[in-house]
């Protein structure tokens, strides 16, 4: 953060490195207003340079209200992510009451995704598909997956015919003979545990940057009256409006959300509405609230900023990228001009780089913030 000629300007940070520098620049901020704020990093197994970052401010007095903030968790969107916590601590940090509000911000869950610019992490786990906290993983299943695995994963490298929208759609033509759109659809983006390659691949145990975050949250749970969880995110949904999306476990519909949170686009994670996601975070910290917390009030929802926005041409063409990606990372591409197209695409899907779409998720995020903390009775004179 600067100020330029009076006006105040958030930077998004251009790589890892900054990123957690530019997080770790934030304690003197919150150590003035909760003085036994601490900053832990842990760093992963193995790789002692790259670390999941969190501050944890205890209130001065009563323990009732926690706020906790996560970005990341898709590494490369933790990019957008950093900059909302910017934007979270210059502006509405002095609007809550540190007597009674504790605060936890996590810097880059998946720090080896945010450093390498990818989604997933060094296993190729997407972390958002990983948060099974029972059963076994194994009986986890995804019917239409399999099937759909050669095309959804081929395994070769990329060729520059592939990079034509035309022949990407010629090999949806298969599958949508046997499969309706829908389940082309979900087999793609809820999740699947059988393909270590493939496409939204959810691991088969849970992933040491979530039993990190277990480390950090689990003991809050039921410390706090009331726990607020805020994720952010970027890709999907519209490019000019930032979606506030929830669990199916929040019963309030999306208009009564949109109304009580005085935000214009509310959605939970079910099809029709934005798309059902299983081992999803938000999701699992409300199962494992009212297991081991009953009597704690949680709220929990992700922030996610739409890119290409939200037509079937732009659903398409992310798809499309995110194939592309997968394809590179595991098989690589036949020419560097091919891979450095496929690297240009992904990263225009997760980190924009326009200054109008930047300062549009700058002002949804603002807008998102001040009615969630609002109606959450977080905010000075809101209770």
């Known amino acids: 953060m600067d100020l330029s000629e009076g006006r105040l300007t958030f930077s998004f940070p251009?790589?890892?490195?900054?990123?957690?520098?530019?997080?770790?620049?934030?304690?003197?901020?919150?150590?003035?207003?909760?003085?036994?704020?601490?900053?832990?990093?842990?760093?992963?197994?193995?790789?002692?340079?790259?670390?999941?970052?969190?501050?944890?401010?205890?209130?001065?007095?009563?323990?009732?209200?926690?706020?906790?903030?996560?970005?990341?968790?898709?590494?490369?969107?933790?990019?957008?992510?950093?900059?909302?916590?910017?934007?979270?601590?210059?502006?509405?940090?002095p609007r809550l009451d540190p007597r009674e509000t504790g605060l936890l911000l996590i810097h880059a869950l998946n720090p080896w995704g945010m450093a390498q610019r990818q989604k997933t992490n060094a296993a190729n786990v997407d972390l958002n598909r990983n948060f099974i906290l029972e059963g076994d993983f194994p009986v986890v299943s995804n019917a239409d997956y399999a099937a759909l695995h050669p095309v959804f994963a081929p395994s070769r490298p990329v060729q520059r015919r592939d990079l034509g929208l035309l022949h990407f759609l010629l090999t949806l033509v298969g599958p949508l003979r046997r499969f309706s759109v829908a389940r082309v659809q979900e087999a793609f983006l809820i999740g699947q545990y059988s393909h270590a390659d493939g496409i939204y691949y959810g691991g088969t145990a849970l992933q040491e940057e979530l039993q990190l975050l277990l480390r950090w949250l689990r003991p809050c749970l039921g410390r706090y009256e009331q726990v607020v969880y805020l994720d952010m995110h970027t890709g999907y949904g519209p490019r000019q409006q930032m979606s506030v999306v929830h669990s199916p476990q929040e019963l309030r519909s999306d208009r009564e959300l949109a109304a009580r949170l005085d935000y214009p686009l509310v959605v939970h994670t079910e099809p029709g509405a934005f798309y059902a996601i299983r081992g999803d975070v938000v999701d699992g910290l409300y199962s494992l609230t009212r297991s081991e917390a009953p009597r704690t009030r949680f709220y929990g929802a992700a922030f996610e900023f739409g890119t290409l926005g939200d037509s079937w041409p732009a659903k398409i063409r992310s798809m499309q990228t995110m194939i592309l990606a997968n394809q590179l990372r595991h098989h690589g591409a036949?020419?560097?001009?091919?891979?450095?197209?496929?690297?240009?695409?992904f990263e225009a899907l997760y980190v924009p780089t326009a200054a109008s779409w930047r300062d549009k998720a700058l002002a949804d995020g603002r807008r998102a913030f001040e009615g969630i903390l609002r109606a959450e009775g977080l905010l000075a004179g809101a209770h």
């Open 14 to 93: 251009a790589d890892y490195p900054t990123a957690r520098a530019q997080f770790r620049a934030l304690a003197p901020r919150l150590q003035a207003r909760w003085p036994a704020a601490q900053m832990e990093a842990f760093p992963l197994s193995g790789q002692a340079d790259l670390t999941v970052d969190g501050f944890y401010a205890p209130p001065l007095e009563t323990p009732r209200r926690l706020l906790t903030v996560t970005t990341g968790l898709h590494g490369i969107e933790g990019y957008v992510g950093a900059t909302m916590v910017q934007l979270l601590v210059e502006e509405f940090l």
């Open 334 to 345: 036949g020419t560097a001009a091919v891979r450095a197209a496929v690297l240009r695409r």
